[in-house]
């Protein structure tokens, strides 16, 4: 789960992590009474569900309120489109605006998951900014990474090390190992999978300030946080996704013409990688999960075929807890109920196999069935060739 700018910012203040001082808006009078409180030089920041804004044009230092006023009108309402977004971009419904700060260095820190170790790790540099991703592949050596052990907990010794690393010394460095405790604290509190200070900055002052922020909240902890859900902007959030969340299904919208229907994210993901290798496009990733009723299948379904890009649907189903005949009566309801014309090719096996497959080819609809998971994406490929 994703949160935007300025309550990340609100978040880590509570933790006593320094941020300059803003005020988020609804609208460009907002913005302009707001730009005159920061006293009219100031930063106007788009808020989207990515990163890049900055590239996009979604970051613009302004110089009077007026200015900032136009900003945002230019602003709101407009679809940034960065690295992260993908070609459709997200669309601005609120803005940051923030004081300038005159910056002497910036730097580079996050606290993330490392799915290798399965533990929390550091990860910071002296070259932050826009373009830590080119850091990263051109000059890993400037990339200092600290597997914590979540026994131990991060030490105060490892912060120190690593705010010596960034060449911090003195009174800055002693709190650069405090703000290093309060993220690594927040992260465990808040039940982050990722908590990033983009640029952190030692200002001309003397003073830390974390000028960017992001966070992200794991999802299976979110039942531990009853302010989580009101803290989402569902307008940044795919609607079918949105839709698949109310009936606990894992839905990811891909750039395919392929819908793909499984159950376990292991054979998911497998699934997406056969039908690549096969020629295929998916056009999402969707899990029912091991348990799922006949009511779930059917919902799920209606999912992948509400996405106008789906031109053919691949089901692979191992029934294990789930029986093979009530996928079927799933998925013929479903797709019985839309009206689905599109090919459909279907690999399943376990149990009551030959009861699902009786009833999808006695079904009527333009379906297939997959002997293995190969022979299935080679199918859908072909049938999709031939519509």
Not at 69 to 80: M, N, P, S, Y
Not at 304 to 323: E, H, P, S
Request: net charge negative.
């Amino acid at each position: 789960m994703n949160i935007h700018e300025y309550q990340a910012k609100e978040i880590l203040s509570t933790y006593g992590i320094p941020v300059p001082r803003n005020r988020v808006a609804l609208t460009a009078d907002q913005v302009e009474r707001a730009a005159k409180m920061m006293g009219g030089h100031c930063v106007v920041k788009a808020q989207i569900y990515a990163g890049g804004r900055g590239k996009a044009g979604g970051v613009k230092v302004v110089h009077h309120p007026e200015q900032a006023a136009d900003v945002a009108k230019e602003l709101f309402g407009k679809r940034l489109v960065t690295k992260q977004t993908g070609p459709e971009g997200l669309k601005v419904r609120r803005i940051l605006v923030e004081e300038t700060v005159e910056i002497a260095r910036e730097f580079y820190l996050s606290i993330t998951l490392d799915r290798e170790t399965s533990r929390y790790c550091l990860i910071a540099s002296a070259e932050g900014g826009m373009d830590i991703e080119e850091v990263a592949q051109k000059a890993p050596e400037k990339i200092h990474v600290l597997t914590i052990d979540p026994f131990t907990g991060l030490r105060t010794y490892q912060a120190r090390k690593i705010a010596l690393a960034l060449g911090l010394s003195g009174a800055v460095c002693e709190d650069c190992v405090e703000l290093i405790l309060n993220t690594y604290k927040c992260c465990l509190e808040k039940d982050c999978s990722l908590v990033e200070i983009n640029p952190l900055v030692v200002t001309k002052a003397g003073w830390l300030l974390a000028m960017d922020a992001k966070i992200s909240f794991d999802d299976n902890a979110v039942y531990r946080h009853r302010e989580y859900p009101d803290m989402m902007d569902y307008s940044q959030l795919d609607p079918l996704e949105i839709t698949a969340g109310k009936y606990d299904l894992a839905y990811i919208k891909l750039t395919g013409n392929i819908g793909c229907m499984v159950n376990g994210a292991g054979l998911a993901m497998a699934t997406l990688d056969v039908l690549k290798e096969f020629g295929g496009e998916p056009a999402n990733f969707l899990d029912v999960g091991g348990g799922a009723t006949r009511e779930k299948v059917a919902e799920a379904f209606k999912i992948i075929l509400q996405d106008c890009d789906v031109k053919a649907v691949f089901v692979n189903i191992f029934g294990g807890i789930m029986r093979c005949d009530v996928i079927a009566q799933g998925i013929i309801e479903a797709a019985s109920e839309v009206h689905c014309a599109l090919p459909i090719v279907v690999r399943m096996d376990g149990s009551n196999v030959e009861d699902g497959k009786k009833l999808l080819l006695e079904s009527g609809l333009n379906v297939q069935i997959g002997e293995n998971l190969g022979d299935g994406a080679q199918k859908i490929v072909t049938m999709l060739a031939q519509a």
